[in-house]
């Protein structure tokens, strides 16, 4: 495969908590190639983000282990300088909250020129006014000569996510990493901004890789998916494989857990427990056990690895062979129903 | 923006009539008056009383303050009765060498404050950091006159680097260089005095605003973008985090006011601190109510700067 941008191997990012390290990121692997959205699943606390984080860098106080390959280049703890010049022109980033992203006290457009210019000190002042124009036109900003000079808390939340989107994309980046960029946005300006990110991804050809907890968001944006789970990647496989036939508990769980219009339900699924945190995570055994209890524990494996079930479609641990959605007993069905 | 800095400045007017009563209250609470102290005893009582209603001193409250504040207006304190000359020109020559020192403490102030709040706050939880808090600690546990006396001590006695009081050497002439040099050296050891005890608050204020700008996910933005590290602090921390320093400004004003109480009158600096003191002690009415009033009205304008200061720097307080 000679289109992989990105070759991610063994990476382990870990965080001091007293006087311990403790991985939110455990020994992921995976690659990302060029004009593909990977998207990255799981839920809060899986370690979604810390996994950008690293990719680019932008870890203040953690230890990272592992490679990160890119273009013959190990990122991991990779020179500082090359590390800047990367960000914001070959890599960009787009973040969730687009309102604390934006530094409150400059107006966007100079936001945006700052990125321009980072990069590409010698274009002049008046190139780059009309290049961050352009990028505003791009990302379907209304009146871009007047948006330039109004400041992030003058504009609308969507208005504010495309302005941070055209940072990001300002110097054509080959890798756009879109950390959860539409769950702080409602319903009708998230489709909005998915059709903005599926549209540059064809204009720019970039490398997507798109974390959210939305289902329904990697249904309609992504090639392929990696569902993550504690650290670690539970199951990965290009998009109709995944939806079609689902493997780990995990990602059944988290299927099952969406409403459908098409069949009707008395309740919804509702994954038992929450993610452990980073100290109490066990560091053995398979991590998703304890959220479902009923499946045996001869079902799992002692050290679960990734097994390649059908080409390209990875599964973690063996317990997805035994696995089953429980009978709800009488009693929760009235809990629920009440 | 206009409108709001005109609204905020109306809003002084208010407040400095209340300030004005509130003054004037306080001195006819008093007990005495203009006459009780100032007249020979042997003259006759009748005469007294007559003298009295010939300059209004039995007048309704409402009208004798009418009358005072039109004096004021017109820069008329009335009499110092210990100086035996008008208000107006004693405390004329002394503002000036009070607002002196005042400026040349703030001026140090902040030469002390931002570098230090900034390094202690860039590089929190160092032992760099620490020497820095320590620092502020001793600042806030010492008291002003204490640490003033000790540095007039080791600075202007034991050292003989600074003179130990006045404003100025006696016999220079104004204007020249001389006697300008004469009169920052008699400055910088109050100014400076004061200044490292009052910073302290300033460079904590700095560094939690740092340490709470630098984990803000703009900065995490502006790394993404590829800015280098010193871009980083210069152009987006710094800035943000001066926000609320700028606001302090004027308040910080309304400290100086109690700080040169205290060290005019351990340098035998001849401002109005020094003579504030010295009109308690001696009972010089009309000098205190003046200057009250002054004090007050420093206070009120520092306010305003303030909030002058933040609706230019910061765009989400612009009203349209």
């Known amino acids: 495969m000679n289109d992989v941008l990105l070759e991610i191997k063994n990476l382990k990012t870990s965080f001091r908590i007293k006087d311990d390290y403790y991985a939110a990121v455990d020994d992921v692997s995976l690659n990302v190639r060029k004009n593909e959205v990977l998207a990255i699943v799981g839920e809060s606390g899986s370690g979604k983000s810390a996994f950008a984080f690293s990719i680019m860098g932008l870890h203040t106080r953690a230890k990272i282990e592992g490679e990160i390959n890119y273009k013959g280049n190990n990122l991991v703890n990779a020179n500082a300088n090359y590390m800047k010049q990367l960000r914001g022109s070959e890599m960009g980033m787009i973040f969730q909250d687009a309102l604390s992203a934006l530094n409150p006290l400059m107006v966007v457009g100079a936001q945006i020129d700052e990125a321009i210019f980072l990069h590409n000190p010698k274009i002049s002042k008046s190139l780059r006014k009309k290049q961050v124009i352009n990028l505003l036109n791009q990302v379907g900003i209304p009146r871009p000569e007047k948006t330039y000079y109004q400041y992030p808390h003058e504009l609308s939340g969507g208005m504010r996510q495309r302005i941070v989107i055209a940072m990001a994309i300002s110097n054509q980046p080959e890798l756009l990493i879109a950390d959860e960029p539409t769950t702080a946005l409602d319903v009708t300006i998230q489709s909005q901004i998915l059709d903005l990110i599926k549209e540059l991804k064809d204009t720019i050809h970039a490398g997507i890789i798109l974390i959210t907890h939305d289902l329904g968001v990697v249904a309609e944006m992504a090639d392929r998916v990696a569902v993550m789970y504690a650290g670690q990647i539970v199951e990965i496989a290009d998009i109709y494989t995944l939806m079609e036939n689902p493997q780990h508990p995990y990602t059944r769980s988290l299927l099952n857990s969406i409403p459908t219009l098409a069949e009707v339900k008395s309740d919804l699924h509702v994954i038992q427990g929450v993610v452990p945190s980073l100290q109490n995570l066990p560091r053995t055994g398979c991590r998703f056990a304890s959220r479902i209890p009923w499946i045996k524990d001869s079902a799992h494996e002692a050290s679960p690895e990734l097994h390649e079930i059908s080409h390209g479609h990875f599964v973690r641990c063996t317990c997805y062979k035994d696995f089953y959605f429980p009978e709800k007993s009488e009693e929760e069905r009235n809990y629920v129903a009440n | 923006m206009w409108k709001l800095i005109v609204r905020r400045t109306l809003i002084t007017i208010p407040q400095i009539i209340v300030l004005s009563l509130l003054v004037f209250i306080l001195a006819q609470a008093m007990p005495g008056d203009a006459l009780t102290g100032l007249i020979d005893p042997s003259i006759d009582p009748a005469t007294i009383e007559a003298m009295r209603e010939r300059l209004g001193l039995n007048n309704p409250w ?18 110092s009765f210990r100086f035996k000359m008008p208000v107006s020109d004693l405390i004329g020559a002394r503002m000036i060498n009070t607002l ?18 900034i390094i202690s706050g860039r590089f929190n939880d160092t032992w760099l950091d620490r020497v820095i808090t320590g620092y502020t600690y001793i600042g806030f546990a010492a008291p002003l006159f204490i640490f003033a006396l000790v540095m007039l ?3 202007g006695f034991q050292l ?31 100014a400076l005095s004061m200044a490292l005890i009052t910073t302290v608050s300033t460079v904590q204020y700095l560094r939690s605003e740092i340490i709470d700008t630098k984990q803000k996910d703009f900065i995490v933005t502006a790394r993404a973008k590829g800015a280098s590290e010193s871009r980083v602090y210069n152009r987006h921390v710094l800035r943000n985090s001066l926000l609320p320093i700028a606001a302090f400004f004027g308040y910080e004003i309304t400290g100086l006011i109690g700080g040169t109480i205290f060290i005019e009158n351990i340098f035998g600096y001849p401002g109005m601190g020094e003579l504030f003191l010295s009109s308690i002690s001696l009972r010089d009415y009309s000098v205190m109510t003046a200057l009250v009033l002054l004090f007050g009205l420093a206070a009120i304008i520092g306010a305003l700067l303030s909030d002058i200061i933040l609706s230019l720097v910061d765009p989400r307080i612009r009203i349209k």
Do not use: R
């Not at chain 2, 409402?62 to 820069?75: A, E, R």
């Open chain 2, 160 to 190: 003989g680097w600074f003179p130990t009081s006045g404003s100025v050497t006696p016999g220079t002439t104004p204007g020249t260089l001389e006697y300008f040099i004469s009169k920052v050296n008699h400055l910088l050891l109050p």
């Open chain 2, 62 to 79: 409402y009208v004798q303050y009418i009358d005072w504040i039109k004096g004021v207006m017109q820069g008329d304190f009335g009499q």
């Open chain 2, 153 to 155: 001590f080791i600075f």
């Open chain 2, 100 to 117: 002196w020192l005042s400026l040349a403490t703030l001026i140090l102030t902040y030469l002390i404050a931002i570098p230090l709040g």
